[in-house]
């Protein structure tokens, strides 16, 4: 549980970096922008490999693995 809530903490973090607290609206552009950044930043946790990284390259493996 303690892992959850740490990476909960640094996911909003990275969200407040470019949506400060107390922002009321954003626009559609600007969610997808901030989830694409997310899903491209290295995290340490990853071995220094971004979110869509690592997930496209399980999903790489598990194909060639199943074959």
């Known amino acids: 549980m303690h892992i959850t809530i740490g990476s909960n903490e640094n996911h909003n973090r990275l969200i407040h ?3 400060p607290q ?3 609206k954003m626009t559609t552009k600007e969610v997808a922008f901030i989830e694409k950044w ?3 930043y290295p995290k340490k946790c990853l071995n ?3 979110p869509r990284e690592d997930f496209w390259m399980t ?3 598990l194909k060639f693995s199943n074959n």
Request: hydrophobic share 25%; charged share 20%.
């Open 17 to 19: 970096r470019w949506l």
């Open 22 to 24: 107390g922002t009321k």
């Open 59 to 61: 999903n790489l493996n």
């Open 38 to 40: 997310i899903n491209n």
């Open 48 to 50: 220094y490999k971004s």
